[in-house]
């Protein structure tokens, strides 16, 4: 299992590459919506809020300031950049801590806390 490729995982439907590929898909769609509609703080940045390059330079951070907190993803530059139809900042928000656990709270949150007509 070390020398096999992580990418290729499978969990008998998908592998890990298709489930980061859908993660990225679902991210963009929705943060080009919020971007749209002008509900969010909604932005992507190809540096941190420190003015570092995104890891090693090759990176992009995408962030949005929702009502329960702030949700962030890192995506390729190559690949996904022009995905992400969203206004572009010099340096990235000032990152809040969260943990992907967290953010997914916050998401899950914002799904659960609005009334069902809204």
Known sequence: ???QDVAQTSDGYHTFAELYRYRMLYNAALFNEWARAGLYDVHKSVRHSDGEACF???WFVVVA???TGQISNHYLIADDWYKFQIPIRQTA???DGHTSQEAAERL???LTDR???A
């Open 1 to 3: 299992m070390h020398n």
């Open 56 to 58: 090693d330079g090759r």
């Open 65 to 67: 300031q929702l009502p």
């Open 93 to 95: 928000a000032e990152y």
């Open 108 to 110: 899950a949150r914002m």
């Open 115 to 117: 009334p069902a007509d």
